[in-house]
């Protein structure tokens, strides 16, 4: 059965558009202004939310996130209070929704009721960086029994070239590609090889590929278009969140601006490809 996510994306491949992902932390800058903020994106035409579970070891994350969810966590946010968010939300808003989170809050919730909990509220899909392919299969287990589950999205890095088939054997949704080797926040630092890594990954995937970690702007992605399905940004969105007080009109602007950019660079890839 095809999911929020699936639905947006095969419609992006319709129409070949590229999508556009937004990393935002939970309960920032309240609980009432991050539901705030997911409304405000989707209105701008934001194609999937990367709403992320705040931890105490985010080991995937650099300063800028690692900082955001040590906040979050303070001001009291919990995965619960983040179900309840997503719930509310749900009554005027059909954004997909994907967590980014670590399993350790998974586990501790209790891996069958958090399944279940994420198909009554509507999330549609988790970003899990410290679970391996190889440790997946509890989690999809109970995915499989729950009707309107969430899909798990599968990460490949520069250095999973030997394991990418085994990695995107059976995944849904998208593959997100990290373009460094790291943790997110570097600037568009991307890995010398990137271009072939990302085509191999574009050659072995059946479901569209996304970039992430490093990218401010569409410009950053400009020269992959013709490889790329669309990009995730997280630690600069949190960046522009903060230097503006959250402000949604800002969010707004950078969404529409950056949908516009990734139009742009995929007509002009286009054009070069037909010369």
């Not at 996510?5 to 129409?15: D, N, V």
């Not at 503006?244 to 990734?262: H, I």
Request: include cysteine.
């Amino acid at each position: 059965m095809e999911n929020r996510i699936e639905k947006r994306m095969r419609e992006l491949q319709q129409t070949g558009g590229k999508a556009f992902i937004t990393y935002m932390t939970a309960g920032l800058p309240d609980m009432e202004g991050t539901k705030a903020l997911i409304r405000a994106e989707a209105e701008a035409g934001i194609d999937v939310i990367e709403l992320g579970i705040p931890f105490s070891d985010p080991t995937a994350d650099g300063p800028v996130i690692q900082d955001a969810s040590y906040r979050s966590i303070c001001k009291g946010t919990n995965l619960k209070k983040v179900f309840d968010a997503v719930e509310e939300v749900r009554r005027d808003c059909q954004v997909p929704i994907v967590y980014m989170m670590y399993y350790n809050t998974i586990l501790h919730y209790g891996v069958g009721a958090f399944v279940e909990k994420c198909a009554a509220v509507g999330v549609d899909g988790l970003i899990i960086p410290d679970l391996p392919k190889e440790e997946q299969q509890e989690l999809s287990d109970a995915l499989a029994r729950v009707e309107n589950a969430p899909i798990l999205i599968q990460l490949v890095a520069p250095v999973s070239a030997d394991r990418i088939p085994m990695i995107l054997e059976n995944a849904r949704g998208f593959v997100y590609c990290v373009s460094s080797m790291g943790v997110t926040g570097q600037a568009a630092d991307f890995h010398k090889n990137v271009r072939a890594y990302l085509e191999n990954v574009k050659a072995a995937s059946k479901i569209p590929v996304m970039m992430g970690f490093g990218i401010r702007t569409a410009d950053d992605v400009d020269g992959f278009m013709d490889t790329i399905d669309g990009c995730i940004v997280g630690t600069h969105f949190i960046e522009l969140m903060e230097d503006s007080d959250y402000n949604l009109e800002t969010a707004k602007e950078y969404v529409r601006n950056f949908k516009e950019g990734l139009a742009k660079a995929a007509e002009i890839g286009y054009a070069n490809i037909k010369r």
